[in-house]
Nanobody, 123 residues
Framework: QVQLVESGGGLVQAGGSLRLSCAAS????????MGWFRRAPGKERTFVAG????????YYADSVKGRFTISRDNGKNTVYLQMNSLKPEDTAVYYC????????????????WGQGTQVTVSS
Protein backbone atom coordinates (compact mmCIF):
# COMPACT_ATOMS: atom_id res chain seq x y z
CA GLN A 1 0.00 0.00 0.00
CA VAL A 2 1.10 3.57 -0.71
CA GLN A 3 0.17 6.66 1.25
CA LEU A 4 0.51 10.03 -0.46
CA VAL A 5 0.76 13.47 1.12
CA GLU A 6 0.74 16.62 -1.01
CA SER A 7 2.21 19.97 -0.01
CA GLY A 8 3.19 23.27 -1.56
CA GLY A 9 -0.17 24.71 -2.45
CA GLY A 10 -1.14 28.28 -1.69
CA LEU A 11 -2.20 31.63 -3.03
CA VAL A 12 -0.24 33.17 -5.90
CA GLN A 13 -0.79 35.98 -8.38
CA ALA A 14 -1.29 35.29 -12.04
CA GLY A 15 2.05 34.78 -13.75
CA GLY A 16 3.63 33.40 -10.62
CA SER A 17 4.98 29.97 -9.80
CA LEU A 18 4.46 27.21 -7.27
CA ARG A 19 6.03 23.82 -6.76
CA LEU A 20 3.87 21.02 -5.42
CA SER A 21 5.40 18.01 -3.72
CA CYS A 22 3.92 14.60 -3.07
CA ALA A 23 5.66 12.44 -0.51
CA ALA A 24 4.95 8.73 -0.67
CA SER A 25 5.32 6.07 1.98
CA UNK A 26 6.35 2.53 1.21
CA UNK A 27 9.41 0.89 -0.26
CA UNK A 28 7.85 0.26 -3.67
CA UNK A 29 7.39 3.90 -4.72
CA UNK A 30 9.80 3.52 -7.62
CA UNK A 31 7.61 0.86 -9.19
CA UNK A 32 4.57 3.13 -9.51
CA UNK A 33 3.63 5.52 -12.24
CA MET A 34 2.58 8.84 -10.73
CA GLY A 35 0.12 11.46 -11.77
CA TRP A 36 -1.23 14.86 -10.80
CA PHE A 37 -4.91 15.68 -11.18
CA ARG A 38 -6.93 18.73 -10.26
CA ARG A 39 -10.50 19.57 -9.42
CA ALA A 40 -11.65 23.11 -10.06
CA PRO A 41 -14.71 24.47 -8.22
CA GLY A 42 -17.85 22.94 -9.66
CA LYS A 43 -15.96 20.73 -12.09
CA GLU A 44 -14.82 17.14 -12.31
CA ARG A 45 -11.33 16.00 -11.46
CA THR A 46 -9.07 16.09 -14.53
CA PHE A 47 -5.62 14.87 -15.48
CA VAL A 48 -2.79 17.40 -15.31
CA ALA A 49 0.48 15.48 -15.68
CA GLY A 50 1.93 12.00 -15.37
CA UNK A 51 5.33 10.35 -15.12
CA UNK A 52 6.42 6.77 -15.53
CA UNK A 53 8.28 4.78 -12.87
CA UNK A 54 11.75 5.82 -13.98
CA UNK A 55 10.95 9.43 -14.80
CA UNK A 56 11.92 8.84 -18.40
CA UNK A 57 8.48 9.56 -19.81
CA UNK A 58 6.19 12.43 -18.97
CA TYR A 59 2.71 13.35 -20.12
CA TYR A 60 0.75 16.60 -19.87
CA ALA A 61 -2.72 17.92 -20.43
CA ASP A 62 -2.79 20.39 -23.30
CA SER A 63 -3.85 23.16 -20.94
CA VAL A 64 -0.59 22.99 -18.97
CA LYS A 65 1.97 22.00 -21.62
CA GLY A 66 4.94 24.33 -21.61
CA ARG A 67 4.01 25.76 -18.19
CA PHE A 68 4.03 22.75 -15.83
CA THR A 69 6.77 20.18 -15.31
CA ILE A 70 6.40 16.87 -13.50
CA SER A 71 9.43 15.13 -12.05
CA ARG A 72 10.26 12.51 -9.45
CA ASP A 73 13.04 11.58 -7.08
CA ASN A 74 12.79 7.87 -6.30
CA GLY A 75 15.49 8.17 -3.68
CA LYS A 76 13.26 10.58 -1.76
CA ASN A 77 9.96 8.86 -2.59
CA THR A 78 8.69 12.18 -3.91
CA VAL A 79 7.05 13.47 -7.06
CA TYR A 80 6.93 17.16 -7.93
CA LEU A 81 4.84 19.47 -10.05
CA GLN A 82 6.54 22.72 -10.98
CA MET A 83 3.90 25.20 -12.09
CA ASN A 84 4.97 28.36 -13.90
CA SER A 85 3.04 31.16 -15.59
CA LEU A 86 0.03 30.35 -13.47
CA LYS A 87 -3.39 31.52 -14.60
CA PRO A 88 -6.61 32.05 -12.64
CA GLU A 89 -8.06 29.02 -14.44
CA ASP A 90 -5.39 26.86 -12.76
CA THR A 91 -7.19 27.43 -9.45
CA ALA A 92 -8.13 24.01 -8.11
CA VAL A 93 -7.42 21.35 -5.54
CA TYR A 94 -4.44 19.37 -6.82
CA TYR A 95 -4.19 15.65 -6.14
CA CYS A 96 -1.29 13.28 -6.39
CA UNK A 97 -1.99 9.69 -7.43
CA UNK A 98 -0.09 6.41 -7.86
CA UNK A 99 -0.77 3.75 -10.49
CA UNK A 100 0.54 0.19 -10.36
CA UNK A 101 0.36 -0.41 -14.10
CA UNK A 102 1.15 2.66 -16.17
CA UNK A 103 0.56 6.36 -16.56
CA UNK A 104 -3.05 7.07 -17.42
CA UNK A 105 -5.17 10.14 -17.93
CA UNK A 106 -8.28 8.81 -16.19
CA UNK A 107 -8.88 8.72 -12.45
CA UNK A 108 -9.88 5.04 -12.46
CA UNK A 109 -6.41 4.08 -13.69
CA UNK A 110 -4.87 5.13 -10.38
CA UNK A 111 -4.82 3.03 -7.25
CA UNK A 112 -3.86 5.46 -4.49
CA TRP A 113 -4.66 9.11 -3.89
CA GLY A 114 -3.54 11.91 -1.64
CA GLN A 115 -5.88 14.29 0.15
CA GLY A 116 -5.13 17.20 -2.12
CA THR A 117 -3.64 20.67 -1.79
CA GLN A 118 -5.37 23.92 -2.70
CA VAL A 119 -3.88 26.18 -5.35
CA THR A 120 -5.47 29.59 -5.82
CA VAL A 121 -4.34 31.96 -8.56
CA SER A 122 -5.54 35.55 -8.28
CA SER A 123 -5.92 37.81 -11.29
Amino acid sequence: QVQLVESGGGLVQAGGSLRLSCAASGRTFSSYAMGWFRRAPGKERTFVAGINWSGGRTYYADSVKGRFTISRDNGKNTVYLQMNSLKPEDTAVYYCAAAQLRVGTMSYEYDYWGQGTQVTVSS
